[in-house]
């Protein structure tokens, strides 16, 4: 093995990122490494880059183990790694860029002649007729990623990490550069591939890695798998006893409906999709990432303006145009980014929890101190908030415990229609499991809830009805004992297969 | 208590100021009664801090939400114009006052549309006036210095209330009524949300875009104030040279407050110390006799003292090497402990 990883682990405050991890990259094979966001995959390039320094575990290269300290560090020994977002420099020549960091001298000056020579010889072998002497931003991305490519081998070598390198590019873009590395890889490259376009994973990879949590799910022979139970592995099993215990609730009569969305779209966001929640209802979200399901909720939330589809109540029709007008029509929604769009990190645990209410009632009509007190000492006990006091910055607290705070300011408003975006996203087991009896619990009071999730476990566990999202449409709606990893897992996979097939 | 321990940098700080001035000039305290009115360096240390100690107040709030506004020098120049052609043009004293007003107010709601509506960096989107508004008020006095005689609005600048200069009257009531608004209601917490994280605020429902374009109105209301009072001292409008740089002494006073340019946390009353230091040391390096060409110089000098001695990362070594020093040896603190 060129490359191997044993038992890596990696903590951050409230999250095991890298639990036990191991990892194999054999001279002259693209390895994909696949997970869900969070699974661990970043994470676990940065520990290989150096960018991380790991709490435990063994990385060794060529038979000799390495701690990378730093990216440089990291490219001495051979490990070099491109982005999704070229990080060259645009306003530089290809040739500057190629030898940034060594440039040939003459006389203790730059030579432009040997720098225009070296370059040329850098890409040699990568097919690509272009003017080294132009500057770098002119050309096209899939240039500019094959020059990153070209970049990295020359000072590297050995490994190449590839992360996400297809987004941006077009099918035709995205050949050119798979036959550069198909030829690295003929050169005795070691390729790790990180990519959510499973028909490329397919396509490219010799080998596939699934993680999920922060933990290594399973190391296949690409041709031993096929779509389905690829992700199977990605999004996991279903835990059987959970699922036993609330089928009982997927065969309850259909709850009172109070909640309509018809028609509701924004275009080359997410196509019209029609939704209708019952009161202490749970409506899961399932799809792969990018599927237009995060852009469901915001829909529904008026972060993203509908350019068509109307929502009305029992009562009559509601504006959504607005957060503002979805909190007024007792709407919540906990976002998927909770550090970015969830909470307010300098403010204390206090001011937090009562943000939207003293929102809704407007700045005129302070929400008294002591009352303030009460809410934050309440919700502190009732969802075992892990927190000295509430006059604690947000910030400064565990991720699980800040999801609960974002969750305890929804909660004080009391809405009838709480959206969670990934609720229990990077938190640890204990809260995930907490979270999930919550939302159980509130539902049996009349809340209505919508879980948007990549943990097949965590919406078969608590929802009565799934939809499943793929390529921005709602494509399926499951129900009762139709709610089953195995029936997710094949709504999602079709579209892929589809996919594959025009390809 | 807890804000007196938020305020104690600062008032160490100016006392400290106070007492070096002293030093140089052992009058400087010495406050007396004269025709009805208090008289001393102090007082008018309190009269001078009048217009950096009211662009502050403003200042501090576009502070606190991430902003900052640089057109307020450039705004007490429009509305001091606005004043004196309205005097002049004979419309009377409370309708000058009004016009003055509402010019400061026009220009907070440019600055806070073209930040919170279109999205323009704060310290770009302000640029555009604090470059644009001395040619506006240039043509409001039509290039000339403007000057008025009205004994009425004159006494903004240099009448007497309670003993006490107006203006220093006008600013430590602005801050008392600004501080109460931002404590008393919810509006402090909303100021201080949306300057942390704006996405997060809205997403909880706060009115983000209203309460930025309400934040730069203060400020240009806190602007119009100080050209009030500028126009009036010197009964007349200079276009060119009234409230000059004065947005930039404003920003110190704020900072020299403690008040973090990343916005979030902010407390006006310690940006009105901040701009009493700022003017103790003007008022003070001219009484201690320093030639005038070593103001700035000083100045400069003492800014960054003070600076330093605020700075986190300074007060964070001080107090581990107190700490050290207190534990001192082991068995001392062992005694302690059994005892």
Known sequence: MLLTIRSLTKTFPGTLALDDVRFDLAAGEVHALLGENGAGKSTLIKCLTGAYRPDAGEITLDGAVVAPRSTGEAQELGIGTVYQEVNLLPNLTVAQNLCFGREPRRFGLVSSRGMKAMAEGMLDGYGLDIDVGRDLGTYSVAIQQIVAIARAVALSGKVLILDEPTASLDAREVEMLFDVVRGLRAQGLGIVFVSHFLDQVFDLSDRVTVLRNGRHIVTEDIAALDRVRLIEHMLGHALEDEVEARNAGHLEARRPPMLHFEDMARRGVIEGFDLEVGQGEVVGLAGLLGSGRTESAELLFGLRAATAGTARDQEGPLTLDSPRAAVRAGFGFAPEDRKTDGIVADLSVRENIALALQARRGWARPIPRAEQQRLAEMYIERLDIRTSDAEKAVGDLSGGNQQKVVLARWLAMNPRFLILDEPTRGIDVGAHAEILRLIHQLTDEGMSVLLISSELDELIAVSDRVIVVRDRRHVAELTGAGISTETIVHAIAQHARKDGEAA | ?339
């Not at chain 2, 007396?32 to 008018?44: A, E, F, H, N």
């Not at chain 2, 983000?208 to 806190?222: D, E, T």
């Not at chain 2, 001080?318 to 020093?325: G, H, L, N």
Request: proline content about 4%.
């Open chain 2, 1 to 339: 208590m807890q804000t007196l321990r938020r305020l104690a940098p600062q008032i160490v700080t100016l006392l400290a100021v106070c007492l070096l001035v002293t030093l140089f000039f052992p009058g400087f305290l010495d406050i007396s009664m004269s025709g009805g009115r208090l008289v001393g360096p102090v007082i008018d240390i309190l009269k001078r801090s009048a217009p950096v100690a009211l662009l502050a107040i403003g200042m501090t709030l576009v502070i606190a939400t991430r902003g900052i506004d640089l057109s307020v020098g450039t705004v007490i120049a429009i509305c001091g114009a606005v004043a004196a052609w309205a005097i002049a043009g004979g419309m009377g004293l409370w309708a000058a006052v009004a016009l003055a007003i509402g010019a400061g107010l026009l220009a907070g709601l440019w600055n806070g549309v073209l930040v919170a509506v279109i999205g323009i960096q704060p310290i770009v989107a302000t640029l555009i006036l604090m470059t644009a508004g001395r040619g506006i008020a240039q043509l409001i006095t039509e290039g000339r210095i403007l000057t008025f005689t009205d004994p009425g609005f004159a006494w903004f600048g240099s009448g007497t209330l309670f003993g006490m200069p107006v203006p220093a009257v006008i600013w430590i009531v602005t801050g008392v009524v600004m501080a109460q608004l931002m404590r008393r209601t919810a509006l402090g917490l909303l100021v201080e949300a949306i300057g942390i994280n704006r996405r997060a605020s809205a997403l909880a429902g706060v009115n983000a875009l209203v309460l930025l374009i309400a934040v730069y109105m203060a400020s240009g209301l806190c602007a119009a104030l100080a050209g009030i009072i500028t126009a009036a001292d010197i009964r007349g409008a200079d276009a060119n040279n009234a409230g000059l740089w004065l947005e930039l002494d404003a920003i110190l006073a704020v900072v020299i407050g403690g008040n973090s340019l990343l916005g979030g946390r902010f407390s006006i009353a310690a940006a009105l110390l901040g701009a009493l230091i700022i003017q103790t040391i003007d008022t003070g390096i001219l009484l201690a006799g320093f030639p005038s060409e070593y103001n700035l110089v000083i100045k400069a000098g003492l800014v960054v003292i003070i600076l330093v001695l605020q700075s986190p990362r300074l007060a964070t070594e001080w107090y581990f090497w107190r700490r050290s020093v207190r534990e001192g040896p082991p068995p001392a603190t062992t005694k302690e402990h059994a005892r």
